[in-house]
Protein backbone atom coordinates (compact mmCIF):
# COMPACT_ATOMS: atom_id res chain seq x y z
CA UNK A 1 0.00 0.00 0.00
CA UNK A 2 1.53 3.72 -1.00
CA UNK A 3 1.44 5.97 1.47
CA UNK A 4 -0.91 8.94 1.41
CA UNK A 5 -0.87 11.99 -0.24
CA UNK A 6 -0.57 15.82 1.97
CA UNK A 7 -0.76 18.86 0.26
CA UNK A 8 0.91 22.25 2.93
CA UNK A 9 -1.11 24.87 1.55
CA UNK A 10 -0.02 27.10 4.14
CA UNK A 11 2.72 26.94 6.80
CA UNK A 12 3.27 29.30 9.75
CA UNK A 13 5.59 31.89 9.09
CA UNK A 14 6.09 31.23 5.38
CA UNK A 15 5.19 33.21 2.63
CA UNK A 16 0.99 32.30 0.95
CA UNK A 17 1.24 30.39 -2.46
CA UNK A 18 1.11 32.74 -5.40
CA UNK A 19 -1.32 30.70 -7.23
CA UNK A 20 -2.90 27.39 -6.94
CA UNK A 21 -0.07 25.37 -5.81
CA UNK A 22 0.74 24.20 -2.13
CA UNK A 23 4.00 24.86 -0.06
CA UNK A 24 4.92 21.62 -0.24
CA UNK A 25 3.44 18.01 -0.59
CA UNK A 26 4.57 14.68 1.41
CA UNK A 27 4.24 11.79 -0.93
CA UNK A 28 6.00 8.41 -1.06
CA UNK A 29 8.63 9.01 1.35
CA UNK A 30 9.58 12.20 -0.05
CA UNK A 31 8.19 15.97 0.49
CA UNK A 32 8.57 18.08 -2.57
CA UNK A 33 8.78 21.77 -1.88
CA UNK A 34 7.25 24.28 -4.16
CA UNK A 35 9.86 27.03 -5.03
CA UNK A 36 10.26 29.84 -3.51
CA UNK A 37 11.56 33.15 -4.62
CA UNK A 38 12.75 36.15 -2.24
CA UNK A 39 9.45 37.60 -0.87
CA UNK A 40 8.58 38.70 2.64
CA UNK A 41 6.28 36.41 4.21
CA UNK A 42 4.38 39.74 6.22
CA UNK A 43 4.27 41.81 3.16
CA UNK A 44 3.81 39.12 0.33
CA UNK A 45 6.12 41.50 -1.53
CA UNK A 46 10.59 40.81 -2.84
CA UNK A 47 12.60 41.59 0.27
CA UNK A 48 15.06 43.64 -2.32
CA UNK A 49 16.54 43.80 -5.37
CA UNK A 50 19.89 42.41 -5.02
CA UNK A 51 20.99 38.93 -5.51
CA UNK A 52 21.97 38.15 -1.86
CA UNK A 53 18.90 39.67 -0.42
CA UNK A 54 16.87 37.47 -2.82
CA UNK A 55 18.62 34.73 -2.09
CA UNK A 56 19.07 34.89 1.79
CA UNK A 57 15.19 35.07 1.97
CA UNK A 58 14.34 32.14 -0.40
CA UNK A 59 16.54 29.87 1.82
CA UNK A 60 15.15 31.72 4.92
CA UNK A 61 11.67 30.79 3.30
CA UNK A 62 12.57 27.46 2.73
CA UNK A 63 13.62 26.57 5.31
CA UNK A 64 10.91 27.64 7.35
CA UNK A 65 8.85 25.42 5.17
CA UNK A 66 11.31 22.34 6.03
CA UNK A 67 10.27 23.31 9.77
CA UNK A 68 6.71 23.14 8.94
CA UNK A 69 7.14 19.47 7.99
CA UNK A 70 9.18 18.76 10.52
CA UNK A 71 12.39 18.40 8.40
CA UNK A 72 15.58 20.46 7.88
CA UNK A 73 18.44 20.96 5.04
CA UNK A 74 20.24 18.13 6.45
CA UNK A 75 17.16 16.44 4.90
CA UNK A 76 16.91 17.74 1.60
CA UNK A 77 18.52 15.26 -1.33
CA UNK A 78 17.84 17.49 -4.32
CA UNK A 79 17.68 21.29 -5.03
CA UNK A 80 17.38 23.57 -8.42
CA UNK A 81 18.33 26.63 -8.58
CA UNK A 82 16.65 29.24 -11.20
CA UNK A 83 18.56 32.57 -11.70
CA UNK A 84 17.75 34.95 -14.15
CA UNK A 85 21.07 35.79 -14.77
CA UNK A 86 24.36 32.96 -14.39
CA UNK A 87 26.14 35.78 -13.45
CA UNK A 88 24.78 35.56 -9.99
CA UNK A 89 26.06 32.18 -9.48
CA UNK A 90 28.84 32.40 -7.24
CA UNK A 91 27.17 34.84 -5.02
CA UNK A 92 24.38 32.36 -4.70
CA UNK A 93 26.41 29.27 -4.52
CA UNK A 94 28.71 31.20 -1.42
CA UNK A 95 24.86 32.19 0.06
CA UNK A 96 23.71 28.61 -0.38
CA UNK A 97 26.58 26.84 0.99
CA UNK A 98 26.64 29.23 4.00
CA UNK A 99 22.61 28.73 4.72
CA UNK A 100 22.81 24.58 4.13
CA UNK A 101 25.78 24.58 6.72
CA UNK A 102 28.00 21.78 4.65
CA UNK A 103 25.04 19.64 3.61
CA UNK A 104 25.92 18.99 -0.16
CA UNK A 105 22.50 17.64 -1.72
CA UNK A 106 21.99 17.37 -5.58
CA UNK A 107 21.83 20.33 -7.77
CA UNK A 108 21.07 21.77 -10.59
CA UNK A 109 21.06 25.61 -11.59
CA UNK A 110 19.41 27.05 -14.46
CA UNK A 111 18.82 30.43 -16.07
CA UNK A 112 15.89 31.41 -16.86
CA UNK A 113 14.38 34.24 -19.09
CA UNK A 114 12.04 35.55 -15.91
CA UNK A 115 10.59 34.24 -12.57
CA UNK A 116 7.56 35.44 -10.41
CA UNK A 117 6.75 38.56 -9.57
CA UNK A 118 10.10 40.03 -10.85
CA UNK A 119 12.57 38.03 -8.79
CA UNK A 120 16.31 37.23 -9.79
CA UNK A 121 16.50 34.01 -7.91
CA UNK A 122 13.81 30.74 -7.03
CA UNK A 123 15.00 27.88 -5.38
CA UNK A 124 12.73 24.33 -5.09
CA UNK A 125 14.13 21.64 -2.97
CA UNK A 126 13.26 17.76 -2.19
CA UNK A 127 13.68 16.30 1.01
CA UNK A 128 13.39 12.30 2.06
CA UNK A 129 10.61 12.52 4.30
CA UNK A 130 11.38 10.96 8.30
CA UNK A 131 7.93 10.95 9.49
CA UNK A 132 6.79 7.12 10.04
Do not use: W
Not at 73 to 83: E, G, Q, R, Y
Amino acid sequence: MSSPIRCFESIPGAPQAVGPYSLAVRAGGMVFLSGQVGLNPSTGKLIGASIEEQTEQALSNLKTVLEGVGLSFADVIKSTIFLTDLGNFQKVNTIYGTALGGHKPARSTIQVSALPLGAIVEIEMIALDKTP
